[in-house]
């Protein structure tokens, strides 16, 4: 399994910005499908957004697309979600998880299909 490591969380209030940094063991992201997730008190584990590492291609949800951008440095082995125009709904803990393999748009926010998890990063957004 890869070992992933989140961090960049913090409180902020609405409309404000935070960046995610998601860094994966040593290993390439060539043929890996990094998401990130999120999970508030109560509530279910929502995948927000995801990239194929291989040739970029992005996924979001509903709820984030516009404001939410993942992107990667290869070089650097290192996933980053980019968080502007933060919401008071957006108040969750953050995680990071990879797979071997693609990702596509019906399957990328199931949690089932990621074998590696990071130990999540806190995001609260006060209104």
């Known amino acids: 399994q890869v070992q992933l490591v989140e961090s960049g969380g913090g409180s902020v209030q609405a409309g404000g910005t935070l960046r995610l940094s998601c860094v994966g063991s040593?290993?390439?992201?060539?043929?890996?499908?990094v998401a990130w997730f999120r999970q508030a008190p109560g509530k279910e584990r929502e995948g927000v957004a995801a990239?194929?590492?291989?040739?970029?291609?992005?996924f979001y949800a509903n709820t984030v697309e516009g404001r939410f951008t993942v992107s990667q440095d290869n070089a650097k082995n290192t996933v980053y979600l980019q968080m502007n125009s933060l919401k008071p709904e957006d108040t969750a803990m953050y995680y990071c998880?990879?797979?071997?393999?693609?990702?596509?748009?019906?399957?990328?926010?199931?949690?089932?299909?990621?074998?590696?998890w990071g130990q999540g990063t806190q995001v609260t957004v006060s209104s």
């Open positions: 998880a990879a797979e071997v393999g693609y990702c596509y748009s019906w399957d990328y926010a199931k949690p089932t299909k990621y074998p590696s």
């Open positions: 990239i194929r590492s291989g040739d970029g291609v992005t």
């Open positions: 040593v290993y390439t992201y060539s043929t890996r499908c």
